[in-house]
Every structure is written in C-alpha cells, then in structure tokens.
C-alpha cells in the first residue's frame, strides 16, 4: 500500500498595475494570477514498527543539489516547532534555502497547536512550471523530461537558475505551507478543496471559525457565514504572508501570496504593525501568537486586508503575454529610493500617486466591462488610451524619482511591441526595471507569431549610465489565470516522484 500524499499548487503573478503605489494602503494594486504554478507534493516516510523519528526532507529534483533534510522538534515555553537542516548527508544540499526553511518552521507550528504533536515524518517535492527560470538552451535529456514536458530538467544548482520574475518564492511559500496544511489537518480544520476526504489525524482544539470576506479574514459573526474553504484561504493566507515577509526578512505589500492564495484581484495590502511583534520561531509564546494571528483572533491585531476578485477580469478575445528580458533591476535598492522621494517632496508624490490611482481603476473598470459585454467585436481604443495613460505617469515617475520605472530601454521595446497589430498595449509591470514587460493583446495565434517573430533578434540595450547589460527578450508561455492555490492530482508528475 503506498503512503498517504498530497499535492498542491499556487499560480505565480504579476502586478499589471500599482507598482509601489501598492505599499501603502491608500492605494490598490491590480494583481493577475499566471498559469505557471508551483506544485508541492507530500508523503510519509515508511518507518518500521516501533520506530520512530523527526526528520523532514524536501527536494526540487529539476535543479542538481537541490535536497534539504530537517530535524524538528518541539520547543520549550510555546516557541513552536523548531527546524534544523541537517548537515554531512550526501545526497543533502550545503546551501540554505530560507524560504523552504521558514515555511516549514511557520507551517508546522501552526499545525501543532490544532493537533497532538507527534507529527510524522515526510517527504515533499517541489515541482516549478518551466516559465519561472529562464530555460537551458540544450536542455538535459532525461526520460522524466521527456515523459513529461512540464517539468523540465534545468540541470543547474538552484542558487544559479536565473528567474524570470513570475513569482516563485511567493508560490513557493504558498503551496508548500498548502500542502503541509492540507496533508497533516483535518477537513473540520483545514480545507481547500470539496474532494472527499482522506484519513487524517483530527482535533477538537480548533473551534474558532473564520472567514474571508473577499480576501479580509474576520470573525463568522462579523458577517453571513463563509464555506470551509473561505476559511481554509483565510487562514492559509495569513500563515502565508508570516512566513513569507520572515524568510524575506522584512514586511512587504503581500500582492504575491495574495495573488498566490486568491488568484487575481485587485489589492489593498494589510497593516504592517500585524506582523510586527510576532518574534521567531523558538522564541517564547511563538505558538500562541502565531495561532491567534493565522486565525485572526487578536483583537488589537486584525488583519484588514482587503482583495477584491470580482473587480478584475480578462475579457474574452484578450490575453496576457509576458515577456522576459534577460538582465536584471534591484527592486529593493529602487523602492528605497522612491519612498525616500515621498517623504521628501509628499506633495508632488502624492499628487502623482492620486492620478495613477485613478487610470488604475480605470483600466480595471475597462477590462471588467469589457468582459461582461455581450458585444463579441469590441474597439480597444480606450483600453489603448488608459494603458498609455499610465505608462505616462509612470515615466513621470521616472524622472522624478530617478529610479528606472519606465527606463528608456523599455519605453522603447514597448513602442515596438505596441506596434504589433493585435497588441493592445503594454507596461514594464510591477517595481518596473528593465527584466519583463506585461503586454495585453488580442488572443489569436497570428498575434502571437507575429509578437515572436518581431522579438526573436530583437536584443534591449542598456541605457547610458544604467549599468545594465543587453538582453535577449523572450515570449514567456504563460498567460493570466483567475484561480489560486488548489488541490492536484499526483499523476501529472509522473516518474518525477
């Protein structure tokens, strides 16, 4: 008989409109959900009779020297579950991966305040859709590979694998703690899915119920009863969003694991002061506070999140292409600089930031009106006038910031793009720099050869003075997705596992 397994997926992202304007919560971000996942997949370790042991290994077999193995155990005076990579193993990787690591940590505490903790020990795979990493120019043959096209074989370290900026350590974080949640819980405690159930250690300890109200976690009294599933999101997303800004090392907007958990929506972050004071892991009371944040039930620490999905769409006959352009931007060092020129000159900034917002919404409104329109021939002449709006602004941003928002090379490689015919428009998405671009065009295939066609020796040249180097732009084969995190059948993966 095998052993009990789990498998689940989050989507990666982009943030098509909101790029720094999302870390405040006066503002919205307009966040899409893409169709490359990142997949986690559980099972339990067979162990003798009578034998027993705290050892979790995870490993992404698509990359070389990609194995972690932890000890766990559990801490004095509340502090959680504690993990420790385990070193001098020959299979097991040298490096730390922090985000795997912390995931772990967050997740199962969590999960040891709801159940007995004698949690048993696992193995979790993790699987990358290819888009996330730029991909080998000769892939390795490999009969996993070959059998199965999804996963493909990057034969790299991990450390080396270039991204591509979809979002992967938001999915990752996302999936993974899913998975962990999903696979070690109850459905009376955790649930994302209506599959039925499989046998699962279960409690009586977890009576608080909570809801999400479009993404917004709060108390089932404080409005009309939500699903177990509204709730299984709510909790994932607050767990989620802990870990993530903890193995980050600091407090970010959270559009990435929003968008991970919920799919696309538009987005206003949570309060910061929420996770502040949380401490870490091993530290005293961790557990409690940890269980009182996941399931919102700190009165002076609400999370007031708001995600809204019905106000964002993709109407039939458009698609999202994104387009991955080889060199890289510091988005950290460039939100530095444009939150200092905030504070600096809040006048000019906020006067900008009110006319973003505005073409934001309005370009939120266009798309959702378009794709409730019964009208199957639609003129995009607005939709092209709002996209150009932005990038106005943006560019105004630009150069009021001297941060690369909208550098020159990009404005370039957008006006080539946007003359494609069947591309609406486009935008540098997110923190901006000169890594993707997000276009939004019309979804027929002679689009598409077209767009390839203009792209494949197309190179973008650094701007004088960026220290940026030329890159080859690449056609990610990725397109928007409305759904989030979700359950998944172990099949898929085939001689993989």
């Not at 034969?155 to 979002?167: R, S, Y």
């Not at 409690?203 to 976690?217: I, R």
């Amino acid at each position: 008989m095998s052993a009990p397994s789990t498998s689940v997926s989050a989507p990666g992202k982009v943030l098509l409109a909101g790029g720094y304007l999302v870390l405040d919560r006066e503002y919205t971000g307009l966040v899409f959900g893409l169709d490359a996942r990142i997949h986690v997949h559980v099972q339990d370790l067979p162990t003798s009779p009578g034998v027993t042991f705290s050892e979790i290994t995870v490993r992404s077999p698509q990359f070389r020297e990609a194995e972690w193995r932890y000890g766990y155990r559990l801490t004095e005076d509340e502090g959680g579950i504690e993990v420790t990579q385990l070193r001098g193993l020959s299979s097991a990787s040298l490096s730390r991966n922090p985000f795997v690591e912390t995931a772990l940590a967050f997740a199962l505490t969590y999960i040891a305040t709801v159940i007995p903790p004698n949690i048993k020990p696992t193995s979790l795979t993790i699987f990358a859709d290819n888009d996330y990493y730029s991909q080998p120019s000769s892939p390795t043959p490999s009969s996993r590979s070959s059998h199965n096209s999804r996963f493909i074989d990057f034969n790299v370290p991990l450390l080396e694998a270039h991204k591509t900026g979809l979002g992967s350590s938001a999915a990752l974080v996302t999936a993974f703690t899913a998975a962990l949640l999903t696979h070690y819980l109850s459905r009376d405690v955790f649930a994302l899915s209506v599959e039925p159930e499989k046998p699962r250690l279960s409690t009586d300890s977890a009576k608080t119920s909570l809801s999400t109200d479009s993404g917004k976690s709060r108390p089932k009294d404080g409005g009309r009863p939500r699903s177990p599933i509204d709730i299984g999101k709510g909790r994932l997303h607050n767990l989620a969003q802990a870990a993530h800004c903890a193995a980050q090392g600091k407090i970010g907007s959270g559009f990435d694991v929003a968008a991970a958990v919920y799919g696309s929506c538009v987005y206003r972050r949570f309060s910061p002061k929420i996770l502040e004071g949380l401490g870490e892991v091993g530290s005293a009371g961790f557990a409690r506070r940890l269980k009182l944040l996941v399931e919102d039930t700190d009165s002076s620490r609400r999370w007031d999140t708001h995600i809204i999905k019905s106000a964002i769409s993709v109407p039939k006959g458009l698609r999202l292409v994104m387009c991955d352009v080889d060199c890289g931007s510091q988005s950290v060092g460039m939100a530095k600089q444009v939150l200092k020129w905030r504070k600096e000159k809040p006048e000019q900034a906020t006067a900008l930031w009110n006319q973003l917002q505005g073409r934001n919404e309005e370009l939120g409104t266009m798309l959702t009106k378009l794709a409730r329109s019964q009208h199957p021939n639609q003129n995009y002449e607005s939709l092209r006038y709002t996209i150009s709006a932005i990038r106005s602004l943006l560019r105004e941003m630009s150069a009021a910031t001297g941060v690369p928002v909208e550098p020159p090379a990009q404005t370039r490689l957008l006006t080539t793009c946007s003359a494609v015919t069947g591309v609406i428009g486009g935008v540098v998405p997110g923190a901006g720099g000169y890594d993707a671009i997000a276009l939004l065009v019309e979804d027929r295939e002679d689009v598409l050869r077209r767009l390839h066609d203009v792209l494949k020796n197309l190179s973008v040249e650094a701007d004088e003075g960026s220290g940026e180097p030329v890159g080859k732009v690449r056609v990610l084969g990725v397109r928007e997705e409305m759904d989030g995190v979700r359950v998944e059948t172990t099949e898929q993966y085939g001689s993989w596992l």
